[in-house]
Each structure stands twice: as C-alpha cells, then as structure tokens.
C-alpha cells in the first residue's frame, strides 16, 4: 500500500508540481495561464472531494476498490496530459481542462477513501503511525518527484536533441512517469480489503439517533483545516516569489531550501506517530499549530534572506505534523459511518484555502506588500488554535453534563 502511494505522491506532489507547469509554458499559455490552470485543477479539487464525501462514494464501494479506482483515474490523466503536445491549438484548452477533471476526481477519490482505510487497517495504538506514514510517503514521493522530474526532462532533452524551451521533452517526462507508475492501482487492489461493507441495494440504513449527521464536529473541522491549511498555501504560492522578488536569491538556492524543507519533514512528520502516542492527538495538533505560528514570523517580520529561509526550511515539517494529527483526529471524532463525508470535507478546506491564497494573495501583495500576508498566515494558526479549543472544551462539558444522572 505504501508503494502505491509513493508512487501517487511522486507524481501529483512531485514530477507534476515540477514538470507540468514547465509543459504548459512551453505549450504557450504564459505565467498567467499557468496560473489559472492551476487554480482551475484546485478548483475540481475541492469540488470532487467535497462531492466524493457528500455523496458517500467510497461506502457504495469498499474502500479498498475506491482507491483503486481513484489511482488509476489519476494514472489515465498522467498518460493523457502529454497527448495535449498533439491536439490542434483549438482543442488544446478544452483537452487538457478533461484531464485535470479526470485527474482531480481519482485524487478526490483516493484520498477520501484513503482516510477512513487507515483507520479500519490500524489499531487504536497505531493510528498515529499509520497517519505519519501517509503523510511522510507524501513528502518523499514529492522530493522524489522534484528532484526526479528535473533529471528525467533533462535526459529527455538530450535524447531528443532539443533544448528544455520545447515542449516535447517535459512530455516525454510526464509519459514516462505515468507509465512507470501504471502498477499503482494493482498493488492497492492487493492491500487487505478493511472498512466498511458496500451498502446494500436501496440505500444505508436511517441512523440511529446517536449517529446522526455531526454538524458541529464536520464545521468546527472545516474551519481548523481551512486556517491551518492557510501558512502553507501562502508558503507554497508565494515564498518562492518572495525570495526571487524581494531578497534576490538564485533559483538554485530557493530549489536547496525547497528540498531542504522537504527532506527535513520526512523524519520529522514520522515522529509526529511517537508524539501523538506520547501526549495524544490533540496536544500534538495544539502544539504544532503554534509551532508553525510561530516558525512563520521569521519571513513575517524580517526583511532578509536569512529569516525567509528559516521559515522555508522549517515551516513543511511542522505543517505536516499537524496536518497528521489533525486528520487522525477529525477521523477520529466521527463513526465510521461519516468519515467519508469528514474527509471530503476537509479536503475541500484545504483546497480552499490554496484557492484563497491564489486569487486574494496577489492583490494583498501589490496593495500591502509580503508582511500582511505571512502575518496573516501566523494568525491564521492562532485562530484555529482557539477555535479548536473552545470546540474541544465545550464538547467536553457536553459529555459530562450527559453523565450526570437526572
């Protein structure tokens, strides 16, 4: 199972964050057009998971053939996106926004489907690792994939005797990459088959009124994904730019730290299972929120190279640990019969959030410049912080004025 989804991250977090963006430069679209296209496949995102959860896909199904479907969903987008070399130029758009749905809805898919597997395949007393693993097979197959992709268009290149300004050899890259991670579906189909039973013909079962529909546990969550979510999409959008625009670093110094960052987060995101067995989920999340608050006030509040790549290269590992404790425990505060509907939930925040940064980032720079909006990635973490709290705390005096005898 993690083979399948190394091989997943490698290409959706890595040789496509790297090398798609180039195809598509290259193809004409300019840093404009990227952009949208970009903002447009979050878009599709967030609008799968959310229909994917709402609509209870992956309990019609058992989880295990859900994430098979979803991966090889994704493995036909990787294979057709290179086709968009060879689509007349009226076609192109139309031809690549299909592979982006096509796309968005297997990671949709997979991912929400993926979240309540973990659960069904671990222990109470491994949950954590099993939540660290996901998250550190992501970080990896995302180093894996940057660094790859980068080789593979060179070599690509030479074999084709074209210099990196065409398209041709960032094709060649992405076809090769889809297909040697064709395997990916078949080796999830091979994982034990844990979760829920497919529902029945005619529907699930009405709920028992202890298990209706968790309306204050899926908002409050929304809510703590979505402003905990908002330092990364900021650092992901925008740090790059900031230190090219701002501090004049070289593109292969803002590559090291990149990589940096993402190699520093692998170990650190697997400790976050030691921790969360240490001092629980929630003491985890808590403090790796501040931590990220707090690791974002060097790039917030000091105008120099230094401070921008301490956050850089600090900020991914933090993030992702509470990243991992925070979806163990939104899993966590559902019955199985709504952690379908919870992650597609949360991954629709998430996605929102990167879609916020996206469009309102750009305006806040040229009106109020870099600070306001590293700032507001700060506050962003404190305010889920109190707001996770207050949830925690008010449930908590729910549950013992429920125990108290009439």
Same mark, same amino acid.
């Given at each position: 199972?993690?083979?399948?989804?190394?091989?997943?991250?490698?290409?959706?977090?890595?040789?496509?964050?790297?090398?798609?963006?180039?195809?598509?430069?290259?193809?004409?679209?300019?840093?404009?057009?990227?952009?949208?296209?970009?903002?447009?496949?979050?878009?599709?995102?967030?609008?799968?998971?959310?229909?994917?959860?709402?609509?209870?896909?992956?309990?019609?199904?058992?989880?295990?053939?859900?994430?098979?479907?979803?991966?090889?969903?994704?493995?036909?987008?990787?294979?057709?996106?290179?086709?968009?070399?060879?689509?007349?130029? #009226? =076609?192109?758009?139309?031809?690549? *926004?299909?592979?982006? %749905? @096509?796309? +968005? $809805? /297997?990671? !949709?898919?997979?991912?929400? &489907?993926?979240?309540?597997?973990?659960?069904?395949?671990?222990?109470?007393?491994?949950?954590?690792?099993?939540? #660290? =693993?996901?998250?550190?097979?992501? *970080?990896?197959?995302? %180093? @894996?994939? +940057? $660094? /790859?992709? !980068?080789?593979?268009?060179? &070599?690509?290149?030479?074999?084709?005797?074209?210099?990196?300004?065409?398209?041709?050899?960032?094709?060649?890259?992405? =076809?090769?990459?889809?297909?040697?991670?064709?395997?990916?579906?078949?080796?999830?189909?091979?994982?034990?088959?844990?979760?829920?039973?497919?529902?029945?013909?005619?529907?699930?079962?009405?709920?028992?009124?202890?298990?209706?529909?968790?309306?204050? =546990?899926?908002?409050?969550?929304?809510?703590?994904?979505?402003?905990?979510?908002?330092?990364?999409?900021?650092?992901?959008?925008?740090?790059?730019?900031?230190?090219?625009?701002?501090?004049?670093?070289?593109?292969?110094?803002?590559?090291?730290?990149?990589?940096?960052?993402?190699?520093?987060?692998?170990?650190?995101?697997?400790?976050?299972?030691?921790?969360?067995?240490?001092?629980?989920?929630?003491?985890?999340?808590?403090?790796?929120?501040?931590?990220?608050?707090?690791?974002?006030?060097?790039?917030?509040?000091?105008?120099?190279?230094?401070?921008?790549?301490?956050?850089?290269?600090?900020?991914?590992?933090?993030?992702?640990?509470?990243?991992?404790?925070?979806?163990?425990?939104?899993?966590?505060?559902?019955?199985?019969?709504?952690?379908?509907?919870?992650?597609?939930?949360?991954?629709?925040?998430?996605?929102?959030?990167?879609?916020?940064?996206?469009?309102?980032?750009?305006?806040?720079?040229?009106?109020?410049?870099?600070?306001?909006?590293?700032?507001?990635?700060?506050?962003?973490?404190?305010?889920?912080?109190?707001?996770?709290?207050?949830?925690?705390?008010?449930?908590?005096?729910?549950?013992?004025?429920?125990?108290?005898?009439?």
């Amino acid at each position: 199972m993690l083979g399948a989804d190394l091989m997943i991250a490698t290409t959706v977090f890595g040789v496509q964050s790297a090398v798609m963006n180039l195809f598509l430069l290259r193809l004409g679209y300019g840093v404009a057009g990227v952009g949208r296209m970009h903002a447009i496949s979050v878009v599709m995102y967030a609008a799968c998971a959310v229909a994917v959860g709402a609509g209870g896909l992956p309990l019609r199904m058992r989880p295990r053939a859900a994430m098979a479907l979803g991966a090889a969903l994704g493995q036909a987008s990787n294979l057709l996106v290179p086709l968009a070399l060879f689509a007349p130029p #009226a =076609a192109r758009t139309p031809f690549i *926004m299909v592979t982006l %749905l @096509i796309r +968005s $809805l /297997g990671l !949709g898919l997979y991912t929400v &489907a993926l979240q309540p597997y973990l659960m069904a395949a671990s222990t109470p007393s491994t949950h954590g690792r099993a939540y #660290a =693993a996901w998250a550190a097979t992501g *970080m990896g197959g995302g %180093l @894996i994939g +940057s $660094l /790859g992709g !980068g080789f593979l268009s060179a &070599a690509a290149a030479d074999l084709l005797r074209l210099t990196q300004q065409h398209a041709e050899p960032f094709a060649l890259t992405l =076809a090769l990459v889809g297909v040697l991670t064709m395997p990916a579906p078949a080796l999830i189909s091979r994982a034990a088959d844990v979760g829920p039973q497919p529902a029945a013909r005619g529907g699930q079962p009405a709920p028992s009124p202890a298990d209706r529909v968790p309306v204050a =546990a899926i908002a409050v969550m929304f809510v703590v994904m979505w402003l905990r979510v908002t330092p990364g999409a900021i650092m992901y959008t925008y740090g790059s730019v900031f230190l090219d625009q701002t501090q004049g670093a070289a593109s292969q110094e803002i590559g090291t730290a990149w990589s940096a960052s993402m190699a520093l987060a692998i170990p650190l995101v697997l400790a976050s299972a030691e921790l969360i067995r240490r001092f629980g989920a929630d003491r985890t999340l808590i403090g790796s929120m501040a931590a990220v608050a707090l690791v974002m006030l060097p790039i917030a509040l000091f105008d120099s190279r230094l401070g921008a790549l301490i956050t850089l290269v600090g900020f991914n590992g933090l993030t992702h640990i509470a990243r991992t404790a925070l979806v163990l425990t939104a899993m966590s505060s559902v019955s199985a019969r709504w952690r379908t509907t919870m992650a597609g939930v949360t991954e629709t925040a998430a996605a929102l959030a990167f879609i916020a940064a996206g469009f309102g980032g750009g305006p806040a720079i040229d009106a109020w410049g870099y600070d306001p909006i590293f700032i507001a990635g700060c506050a962003g973490c404190v305010l889920a912080i109190v707001i996770y709290r207050l949830y925690r705390r008010t449930a908590a005096s729910q549950e013992r004025s429920s125990a108290v005898p009439a």
